[in-house]
C-alpha cells in the first residue's frame, strides 16, 4: 500500500510568487489534514478535509492560503502571495473514517518551503 | 485551548542508556495520544498512540509509554537506546474523532555508540 504522497519535496520561491503544494493521500483515506511547522516551533493544523469538503479550516493563517480537493482525492495547497513568514514544512496527513474514536493519522514526508 | 508539552527540547544519551521524554497535555476531557517519530530524512513514523484500555502501551522497536491520566502525562520510556533511535520525537493529542493533533515542540534524541 502507498503511503501519502507530497510534491515537490523542496521549493525555494521569491517573496511574493506563488506555491502550489501537492498532498496524494493514502488510496480510500476521507480524512486529510495539512499541517505545517515553521522552523523550532510545533507542527500546527491548518485544515481537515472529509472528501472534498472543509470540515475545519481554523488553523489557516490568513487568506493568502487556499487548500482544495477536488473530488475528494488529492489536495493541493496554494499559498499567494508568498511571504518570509511562510517558510516552513508543510506536512499532509490523512486518516481513514474511524469506526469508533480511533484515527489514526498517517503523514507524507512534507514539502519544505523556504520564501527568500 | 489544548496544548502539548515536551520539557526535553534536545537529549543525548549514549548506547544502551535509558530513555524517557516527558509529555504533558492541557485538556479535561477525553484524549487519544500518540507520540510519533521522524528518523533523518524520513517522514513523521507512527511509534504508538493511546485511545482506551491498559494506560502501559507498547509501540515498535521496543518503546512504550504510560498515559497517566491524574497527571495528565503520556511519558514516553525505552529501557536502553540504539544508535538507530537518533530522531526527532513528537507527542501528539486529539480530543474528538477525526479531528486535528496537537503536538508537541518536539524533542531530539542524539545517540552516541
Known amino acids: 500500500e502507498a503511503g501519502v504522497t507530497q510534491f515537490p519535496s523542496h521549493s525555494v520561491i521569491e517573496k511574493g510568487q506563488t506555491v502550489t503544494l501537492r498532498c496524494d493521500p493514502i488510496?480510500?483515506?476521507?480524512?486529510l489534514y495539512w499541517y505545517r511547522r515553521v522552523m523550532g516551533k510545533e507542527i500546527k493544523f491548518l485544515l481537515h478535509f472529509v472528501k472534498e469538503s472543509k470540515q475545519d479550516e481554523s488553523g489557516m493563517p490568513n487568506n493568502r492560503f487556499l487548500a482544495e480537493r477536488t473530488g475528494g482525492t488529492y489536495s493541493t495547497l496554494k499559498v499567494q502571495p508568498a511571504e518570509l513568514e511562510d517558510s516552513g514544512v508543510y506536512f499532509c496527513?490523512?486518516?481513514?473514517?474511524?469506526?469508533?474514536?480511533?484515527?489514526?493519522?498517517?503523514f507524507g514526508p512534507g514539502t519544505r518551503l523556504l520564501v527568500l | 485551548a489544548q496544548s502539548v508539552s515536551q520539557h526535553n527540547h534536545h537529549v543525548i544519551l549514549s548506547e544502551a542508556a535509558s530513555l524517557e521524554l516527558g509529555c504533558n497535555y492541557s485538556?479535561?476531557?477525553?484524549?487519544?495520544l500518540f507520540w510519533y517519530v521522524q528518523y533523518p530524512g524520513q517522514h513523521l513514523q507512527l511509534l504508538l498512540k493511546?485511545?482506551?484500555?491498559?494506560?502501559l502501551v507498547k509501540g515498535i522497536k521496543g518503546f512504550e509509554a504510560e498515559f497517566i491520566k491524574s497527571k495528565f502525562s503520556f511519558n514516553l520510556r525505552k529501557p536502553s537506546v540504539q544508535w538507530s533511535d537518533t530522531a526527532e520525537y513528537f507527542c501528539a493529542v486529539n480530543a474528538l474523532r477525526a479531528d486535528k493533533l496537537i503536538f508537541g515542540t518536539g524533542t531530539r534524541l542524539q545517540v552516541f555508540p
Open positions: 493511546y485511545f482506551s484500555g491498559d494506560p
Open positions: 485538556y479535561g476531557g477525553t484524549v487519544n
Open positions: 488510496s480510500g483515506h476521507d480524512n
Open positions: 496527513a490523512s486518516s481513514q473514517p474511524p469506526t469508533s474514536n480511533q484515527e489514526t493519522q498517517y
